[in-house]
């Protein structure tokens, strides 16, 4: 998936959407890429995977070949009135923006366009090899996927209107642009997973890239019975019980990579750098 | 008499809905009338409380306990005609923009909840009310709701753009306003920008009922017992500690979830190859678990209590009951009394 242009990751809160995210900016950089890494919501937890304490709107380098952001609110509705619609800076001071903000947000799909906007802007201007996106959670994905076309229908006139038409096709180009979604093996996050793939696939509005799965135990072979008591015991049992567990909600989803547990990892960085690392090509 | 509330705060993913369906049960068997608010349950968890088909109105699950789903999109319909003069709030149900406006609000989704559990509460019907919090912005939202709103609607924006004094709706082209018209106008057409006008003037109308229903909320907010639900893993970590930087309470109970046993680091066994493998690698992660809850515990002088890790999910009232009293430091008397 490094192939495309851009990658928007989504997944349930929890998931390991955000160590994913960084990951793969990782990877992508380590082999040689210019790597855009965005945080599409304010509160996302890329800044901490990237050992960050805080991101900024203007993409700061977080080591060679990788620089990261964050999609702010106010920064990025000024960019998108300046550059997007040709609104003049001097026009946007004071409370107009804000009023625009206000505006715009009542009305459905326009403060979506406006983040998505900005993640298919900074793709299309081909500074970067690789844009990686830690994008809405999964609950939110598809009301984002959709903004341009549900902006398009709802604005008749304008000039939001004209600016969703290459979004559209940018969104749709399959070469260019993949949607991740990262799961765990549990109910939730599995049936979440499911219920938004449906309606991304029916809609056709993004390729969708192979499902992750994250936190996957491995098999443990051997013969329970002869153990004795004890904290061996204890330990296998729980795992046999986990991966059981585990394999059942595997099966409901479409055959992807798994990013194994992880045992034993302390701070979010050195999550996002052992996934990294495991993904080395060999 | 006033209704225990219980609040069971945490990041997405540590077991908030679970742990309040057990809280609940076990309110319930000492004698409480008790309610459970959720929002979001696993099918598995609903088929066991007989949650299934559940609505926003309490329905009796078992023996003294009652259950009701936080539905944020029915609650905002209830808002705008309670708490809006009664033409506005039909009008403001009717418009086209209701419903997209009112789920993008910050912290509308949460503000809807803290309403609903209000009303319970006001109902005077139940000794304990047990709260699973709505995940977004980390559960945080739930406390911040109340006056992010009160800011919104009664903000120094909409009101500049309303005019003054809630005028009808010709103010709206205002003077000063004009430059952000323009600005809306061709980027929008003025079709749209009429329909969201009409919108956003009746909602400041309906400003002085939300503030002051907001205010009632936020002292229920303040009177509640807070439980913050988190695993040892770093992001649960890190949103169970900004449960300790609200301004206005600071949690009760801290219940670290899925915790594994202590002496499992540094167990030796004779046990085959793989067995032996298996532990020593659980063992770390058990020694790290201690690591991280030692580290949280000291910063803000918090003596948690842990649930060990259920090897199989709960799934029925007895196996939620029996993870409640598996808890290790889990006073109840304290959250209850």
Redesign the interface.
Known sequence: MLHKRLLIVTG????GK?ALVAALALRAALDGKRVLAMAMTE?S?LA?HLGMERLTYRPRPIRSGLDAMVIERPAALNEY?EVQ?G?PKI??LG??????D??????????EVITIGKVLYEARKGTWDLIVADGP?TGQIVSHLKAPTTVAH????????DQTGWMIRLLRDQAATGLVVVT?P????V?ETLESLDTISSDSLISIEPIVINRTLDP???ALN???K??????????R??YE?QQRWISQLPPGPHIPYL??????PE?SARIADLWRPS | MTATTILVTG????GKTTLSAGLALAAARSGNRTLVLTV?P???LATALGLEGLGSEPTPLVEGLSGAMLDAAHSWNEIAKRYAPPDVGSRLTSNP?FE??TQ?FPASQSFAAAEEMTIHIDSGIWDVIVVDTP?S??GIEFFTSPARMRSLIGGR??K??TGGSLPGRRLFYQFT?R???????????S???EA??D??IDLRAAYDGIARRSREIERHLAASRRVVVTTAD???I?EATKFFELENGTPDLVLFNRV??D??YG?V?D??A???E??S?????S??QA??RHGFSSRWHVDPATIP?Q???PNDPESLLEMIDSADGLDLGVLLG
């Open positions: 349930k809160g929890g998931v955000s509160d937890g901490v009135l619609i609104i026009a946007q409370p107009a923006a804000r009023a625009f206000a505006l715009a947000s009542t009305a459905p799909g326009i403060r959670p709802l604005v008749g006139a304008g000039r939001v209107l765990m549990e109910e939730l996050p049936t443990l072979e051997g002869r153990l004795r004890g904290p061996a015991k204890q330990a296998a049992l729980l795992h019980a986990l567990e045992f034993g990892l302390h701070t979010p999550v | 990041g997405g993913g540590v979001d696993a099918k598995r923009f997209a406006a993008h995940p912005g980390g924006l909409l500049w753009l306003a430059p952000a018209l323009r600005i809306a106008d061709a980027a929008l057409g079709e749209l920008l969201v006008a919108f956003l770093p992001a649960p890190s594994l046993p002496d499992w167990a066994t046990a085959p793989p067995f032996a298996n532990l690698r659980w063992g770390m992660e020694r790290r690591e991280a890790w090897p199989h999910a």
